[in-house]
């Protein structure tokens, strides 16, 4: 069931400002997603981090439920380019 999840996860990428996503799973950590997209500036990564983060959404519940341990397990973390 959680693999036929994934093709959520892009769509609402796309739908939150997300572009060239791409989604991993770990070869030494299976099981392990990791989610990979670029996003226009830190304001658009501020509300996708709270929208996925949050225990009321509908929508992400359905993805927590598939994390051990739940959303407490789910890490989203922004970089920067170093110059």
């Known amino acids: 069931m ?6 959520d996860l ?12 791409k989604i991993y799973e770990g070869t030494d ?8 997209f670029l996003i226009a500036d830190i304001g ?3 509300m996708i981090k709270t929208e996925r983060l949050n225990p009321d959404s509908p929508f992400w ?8 341990g739940g959303a407490n397990k789910l890490h989203i973390w922004a970089f920067k380019t170093l110059k």
């Open 61 to 68: 519940n359905k993805h927590h439920e598939h994390i051990v």
């Open 10 to 21: 892009k769509r609402n990428t796309d739908e939150h400002g997300g572009r060239e996503y």
């Open 29 to 36: 950590q299976p099981n392990l997603i990791v989610e990979e």
């Open 44 to 46: 658009r990564y501020q």
């Open 2 to 7: 959680k693999w036929q999840l994934l093709p």
